[in-house]
């Protein structure tokens, strides 16, 4: 019920003005969000990549209704990729972009100004060397966003796809894309979604999401396994040896900010592990699906406003 609420709240203009005016709430979103600037967020990203870890970076923001802040996104994204191509971190760095920032909920002709706004962040990304991932946001997107990543695909072939377990068309998606080349991050899910789409029972999830593994595992495509789970993460292991996958054909991938110590033990036992790292000011969306995860961050979010 907490879960629901969250994710409720985390959509609702309301509760984002009472959140985001609580000037306490920062050091707490300060452990999610790597900062609101480029310098912070590449300053963690330097770091990160000089522990071992490789990163992909979210200039936060969703559900613009505004094409001249869908193109402020792109903008940002430009500039950032440069950034990472001038500082040398292209190598360890790529980004990770929703597409509902760039232009894929504007009224008019969305669809289209996202793809042209997400190939522009692909070009960029291209000229430094480094990738772009698309983010998955609600089931309502899941077609238009699958439908644009195969437009980008033709010329940016490494454009990565993230799918979400907790749907139920998801294992026939990790089919369709688990072609040579095709990068998926293979997540749960992070959305309210309706029982008529979506598993809603954990356990239902969890098996969903082995299946998926097996599937993007046993295909000649790239998977990017996308949880914090212990469990799922050790079976990840198991399918991919099971597979006769090597450690360089696939990778482990978690958010900034959550079990970095599980982090670090996945880099030091010679695997490559990315971290989600997001930065700006858009921050409130992505807070409260972090709360929504773990109810014991509600907690540590209610005890920091007490305590201050
Ligand atoms: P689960 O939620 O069961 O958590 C397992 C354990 O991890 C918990 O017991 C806890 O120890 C720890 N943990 C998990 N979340 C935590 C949190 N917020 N705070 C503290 N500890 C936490 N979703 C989506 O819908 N679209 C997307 O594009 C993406 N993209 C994405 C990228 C990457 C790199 C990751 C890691 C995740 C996403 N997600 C996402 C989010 C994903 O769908 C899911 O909501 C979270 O990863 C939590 O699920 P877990 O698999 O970690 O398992």
Same mark, same amino acid.
């Given at each position: 019920m907490l879960r629901t609420a969250l994710l409720a709240a985390a959509r609702s203009p309301l509760a984002r003005q009472v959140v985001e005016r609580t000037p306490l709430a920062r050091p707490v979103v300060r452990r999610f969000v790597a900062g609101s600037s480029l310098r912070e967020a590449v300053d963690v990203t330097a770091s990160l990549i000089a522990d071992g870890r490789k990163v992909t970076l979210d200039h936060l923001g969703e559900d613009t209704t505004d094409a001249a802040q869908a193109a402020a996104t792109v903008d940002a994204y430009e500039r950032l990729l440069a950034e990472l191509g001038s500082s040398g971190l292209a190598h360890g760095a790529e980004v990770s972009v929703k597409l509902s920032a760039v232009g894929?909920? =504007?009224?008019?002709?969305g669809e289209k100004i996202a793809l042209d706004n997400a190939r522009l962040i692909c070009e960029a990304a291209a000229a430094v060397g480094t990738t772009v991932t698309l983010d998955m946001e609600d089931h309502t997107t899941t077609d238009s966003t699958l439908g644009i990543l195969g437009d980008l695909r033709v010329d940016f072939p490494s454009t990565g796809a993230v799918l979400q377990a907790? =749907? $139920? $068309?998801t294992e026939q998606d990790c089919r369709d894309l688990s072609g040579a080349g095709s990068r998926v991050r293979l997540c749960k899910g992070a959305y309210k979604e309706p029982e008529s789409v979506a598993y809603q029972d954990k356990s239902e999830v969890d098996r969903s999401y082995v299946r998926c593994l097996r599937i993007l595992m046993n295909g000649a495509g790239y998977p990017m *396994?996308?949880?914090?789970d212990p469990r799922l993460v050790a079976i990840a292991a198991d399918v991919a040896s099971a597979a006769? $996958?090597? *450690?360089?054909t696939y990778e482990h991938q978690m958010l900034y900010g959550v079990r970095p110590d599980a982090q670090r033990e996945i880099a030091a036992a010679g695997k490559t592990l990315r971290v989600y790292v997001p930065y700006g000011d858009q921050w409130y969306g992505y807070f409260m699906r972090r709360l929504a995860e773990r109810p014991a961050n509600v907690a540590f979010f209610l005890r920091s406003l007490a305590t201050k």
């Open positions: 894929q909920s =504007l009224p008019k002709d907790y =749907l $139920r $068309r *396994v996308a949880s914090h006769g $996958r090597t *450690v360089d």
